[in-house]
């Protein structure tokens, strides 16, 4: 079968070159006589691996000294954890926005470890916008108000950052890295599982201020979720989900090679407007979400009917485009937009949602 245009919110479409260059390396890569699924993660090879990713990563999102990157497993639903513990005292005050259903979940595991305040939610109107911040809103005492910076299930974003006062940020970036430059010296903390934007899931990236790591965590924190720990052992106190880690360092490379964050932005940008400016002349596309708050990277879209959006997902299909099905949750459609997608795919959506609005429904 022939490679579709994958518009999944994730796991998600890799640019085929990466996928050429891992199979030219998978059996042997070079200088190694093995497979990086094979190599010793404390090897001469793999040492380079994880060296090169995390200064690709420094250079793409201008991280300073001042921070630490580590690579961890667990997915982004870890940090929901590791947050909290790593970041607050037992008990202690934390405030949570809730703009989706991950914000919802990292909110519970912060209830579980202190007193999580949701200063704010939208869940009232599905989710369909950004509430606004200001440092009023927040308690005095909170280690940290967290946000999900991009709400993948409801294709929300913060265009602006709230302004937290002297109050840590924590943010969620899972489906956004890389797809728009994000300031990362306005955050205390930023996580991403990879597999949105960043490469194969199974890695989870956190960039941390350093002064952070310096904190007393209670003794009852596993090792495993301890910044401290993974930073002083160079995210190998054990062993780290090296293939992850290369192919993420292959992603990391061609967004460098093909001008940046900001050079993916601008192409994320022209595609996200492909279809926003379809949808909002359609009579028969709806977006729900407030247009301020868009999404650049997962296109929400919802048609008259549940038929309706059965044929048309099984006329996209018959086109080569898959995953287009809204969550679970949501129902509807989703378009995943990330850096893997090429502005073609994104072009053979808009021209199918056309067809199938004017009644040419192959
Ligand atoms: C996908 C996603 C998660 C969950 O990630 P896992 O790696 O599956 O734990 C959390 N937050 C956001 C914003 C996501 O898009």
């Known amino acids: 079968m022939e490679r579709a245009y994958n518009f999944s919110a994730g796991p998600s479409m890799t640019p085929v070159e990466i996928l050429q260059q891992a199979k030219e390396n998978l059996v042997s890569y070079p200088g190694a006589g093995c497979s990086v699924m094979e190599m010793s993660h404390r090897s001469v090879s793999f040492e380079k691996i994880i060296a090169d990713a995390e200064e690709s990563l420094r250079r793409l999102m201008h991280i300073s000294e001042d921070y630490a990157v580590l690579f961890l497993q667990g997915g982004a639903s870890m940090q929901f954890s590791a947050v909290p513990m790593n970041l607050s005292r037992r008990g202690q005050t934390t405030n949570y926005a809730v703009t989706g259903q991950f914000a919802g979940k990292a909110l519970a595991e912060g209830e579980r470890w202190g007193k999580a305040v949701a200063v704010t939610s939208s869940k009232a109107d599905s989710f369909s916008h950004i509430p606004k911040i200001t440092p009023e809103l927040l308690s005095p005492d909170a280690a940290y108000l967290h946000i999900t910076g991009n709400n993948t299930i409801f294709g929300t974003c913060y265009h602006t950052l709230p302004r937290t006062g002297s109050i840590p940020l924590v943010a969620d970036w899972s489906?956004?890295?890389?797809?728009?430059?994000?300031?990362?010296?306005?955050?205390?903390?930023?996580?991403?599982?990879?597999?949105?934007?960043?490469?194969?899931?199974?890695?989870?990236?956190?960039?941390?201020?350093?002064?952070?790591l310096?904190?007393?965590?209670?003794?009852?924190?596993?090792?495993?979720?301890?910044?401290?720990?993974?930073?002083?052992?160079?995210?190998?106190?054990?062993?780290?989900?090296?293939?992850?880690?290369?192919?993420?360092?292959?992603?990391?490379?061609?967004?460098?090679?093909?001008?940046?964050?900001?050079?993916?932005?601008?192409?994320?940008?022209?595609?996200?407007?492909?279809?926003?400016?379809?949808?909002?002349?359609?009579?028969?596309?709806?977006?729900?979400?407030?247009?301020?708050?868009?999404?650049?990277?997962?296109?929400?879209f919802t048609l008259p009917t549940q038929e309706d959006t059965k044929a048309f997902l099984r006329m996209a299909e018959g086109r080569g485009m898959i995953n287009l099905k809204g969550h679970r949750s949501v129902g509807g459609c989703r378009a995943s937009i990330y850096n893997g997608m090429p502005k073609e795919g994104v072009e053979a959506l808009v021209a199918c949602m056309k067809d199938y609005e004017e009644g040419l429904r192959r």
Not at 181 to 186: G, P, S, T, Y
Not at 215 to 235: C, F, K, Q, W
Not at 256 to 263: H, L, P, R
């Open 175 to 212: 489906s956004a890295i890389l797809g728009c430059e994000i300031d990362v010296a306005a955050h205390a903390l930023i996580y991403a599982g990879a597999q949105k934007n960043m490469g194969p899931a199974g890695l989870t990236v956190v960039i941390i201020r350093r002064d952070l």
């Open 214 to 300: 310096e904190r007393e965590v209670d003794p009852i924190v596993p090792t495993m979720l301890r910044y401290r720990v993974m930073a002083e052992n160079g995210s190998m106190y054990n062993t780290p989900p090296c293939f992850a880690i290369y192919m993420a360092g292959l992603m990391l490379q061609w967004v460098e090679d093909n001008g940046g964050v900001a050079a993916m932005e601008r192409r994320n940008r022209e595609k996200e407007a492909l279809l926003y400016d379809f949808i909002d002349q359609s009579e028969m596309f709806h977006n729900p979400v407030a247009k301020e708050d868009r999404s650049i990277m997962n296109v929400i």
